[in-house]
């Protein structure tokens, strides 16, 4: 019998493989027109098949997470020479060993959190800035860590430029949050450290969630929902295997 867990690996197992398969068509860009979706966006077929098939096809039921992923333009976070690629479902390498998330991992940890438009989330780990938007496209207040400068800087302009003014990128070292604007309605982890962070639990509201990877570098991970019900105790499910980039500290960066 099928637990969610075996689900989960088996459907992280075949889109990693899908990633070795040859890339689809290439595609004429086209640029975002701010948050509620591009204008005269010649990618809207291609992502409206990704959230048929890679996203409600893979079991996300949440028409918030549904209706983001729709409108939200992911080809405008991915790399040129992956352009042709943007609407696949599977990850993309950004440079300095990052990648922005496989669209269905992206819809999962976002329904995961449980989060409501209006609401405030803290994410570590901006990469593109893909996630960020998605977030943003739900309707929430972002703020968004990214340790690496050149990553953090890319993703502002892209925010910016797309018009996602309720998403705030600061460069520093996740793993101490954002102490300044906590509590948080959610937390969401996009790199695997191999143990939770003590600072993102103690800025987690009472009664929220986060979702993060953990696990040790090179391998896969579990990905954890993790929900704080009370100032000291948390319970924590499996959301199931996952292999996500290790989390990078400050010693870490050159």
Known sequence: MFTRHTTLF?????????GCAPAPAALTPSSANGVGGPSGDSFQEERERMV?????GYGIESDLVIDAMR??????????????QSYANH????????????????????QELGVSPG?????????????????????MEVYSIEIIEPLAERARESLDDLGYD?????????????????PFDG??????????PQPLLEQLKVGAVMVIPVGPVGGYQELWRI????????????????????????????
Do not use: C
């Open 52 to 56: 048929r098939q890679g996203v409600i």
């Open 187 to 196: 937390i969401l982890v996009t790199a695997a450290p191999d143990h939770v």
């Open 71 to 84: 409108t939200t333009p992911r080809h405008e976070f991915v790399p040129d020479e992956y352009l042709d």
């Open 227 to 254: 929900t704080r019900i009370s100032e000291e105790e948390v319970q924590s499910e499996s959301l199931g295997g996952v292999r996500f980039v290790p989390f990078t500290r400050a010693e870490d960066v050159d």
């Open 10 to 18: 088996l459907i992280l197992w075949t889109t990693l493989l899908a």
């Open 91 to 110: 990850p993309l390498p950004i440079g300095f060993g990052q990648t922005i998330s496989q669209p269905y991992i992206v819809a999962l940890m976002s």
């Open 166 to 182: 309720q998403v705030s990128v600061r460069n520093a070292d996740g793993y101490f949050g954002w102490p300044e604007q906590a």
């Open 119 to 139: 609401e405030k989330v803290l994410e570590i780990g901006t990469g593109s800035g893909y996630q960020a938007a998605v977030l943003a496209e739900m309707g």
